[in-house]
């Protein structure tokens, strides 16, 4: 603005330039409240989501009572997802979760993944100290007679286990064993090599000793 602009013209520039930056700040703030409040409804949504299609089975924070589903409080994002894809093409077999998963929409798997990830794990205490004693030897340094590699190789020395591979930290020992049988026999998935072959020279003793292990772990 010139120095010769007539102090009315400057006047009548200044003021409409505050408008305009008024507004635009009001605009940004509208936007910024939308998207909050657009976050917020998918929170929501996936909340619901879950309580309606997962809760039933794996309890109302991940955390369920009974052995014959899996606890996923904590359970890693990624390996959620992606299981819930598997079951959905069928690379996993489950009749229950493969209706499940054919019922949800593929798009929203990361975030029911997340959902049970940021819900806090609980600690639950072996029954049995001694079984749990010998599946923390088994877990820590394995079988190499029988040619079977520390769990805590892949599972973490923690059990937390990573984007790919499942967190055992506290869960049914129960469900530990009938799912290393599966990979024993190949009824649980088609296509993973390891665990097929880690699964089938365990011992039903070794299966229930890290187990036990695992179910203390948090």
């Known amino acids: 603005m010139s120095a010769r602009t007539p102090p009315v013209v400057r006047r009548a520039r ?6 305009a930056t008024v507004r635009l700040a009001a605009a940004i703030g509208s936007a910024l409240v939308a998207g ?5 409804d998918g929170a929501a949504r ?5 309580q309606a299609q997962c809760a039933f089975c794996h309890g109302l924070d991940g955390e369920n009572a ?9 359970q890693n994002a990624d390996y959620v997802a992606s299981q819930l894809a598997a079951f959905r093409s069928g690379a996993r077999r489950n009749a229950v979760m493969q209706g499940v998963a054919a019922q949800l929409d593929p798009k929203d798997f990361a975030a029911i993944g997340a959902w049970f990830a940021a819900r806090p794990a609980q600690a639950h205490p072996g029954a049995d100290p001694g079984l749990a004693f010998a599946g923390k030897a088994l877990w820590n340094g394995g079988n190499v007679p029988a040619g079977v590699p520390a769990c805590m190789t892949c599972h ?3 059990g937390h286990g990573g ?3 499942p967190r055992l930290a506290g869960q049914h020992p129960e469900y530990v064993v009938r799912q290393l049988k599966q990979f024993g026999t190949r009824s649980k998935t088609p296509d993973n090599a390891s665990m097929h072959l880690i699964a089938q020279r365990l011992t039903d003793a070794e299966m229930k000793a ?7 772990l948090r």
């Open 66 to 74: 009974t052995p014959a589903f899996p606890r996923l409080a904590a």
């Open 163 to 165: 984007p790919l591979v």
């Open 210 to 216: 890290v187990a036990a292990f695992v179910a203390g």
């Open 36 to 40: 909050t409040v657009h976050a917020a």
């Open 14 to 19: 200044i003021g409409r330039w505050r408008v």
């Open 156 to 158: 973490g020395a923690d």
């Open 46 to 50: 996936i909340d619901a989501l879950v």
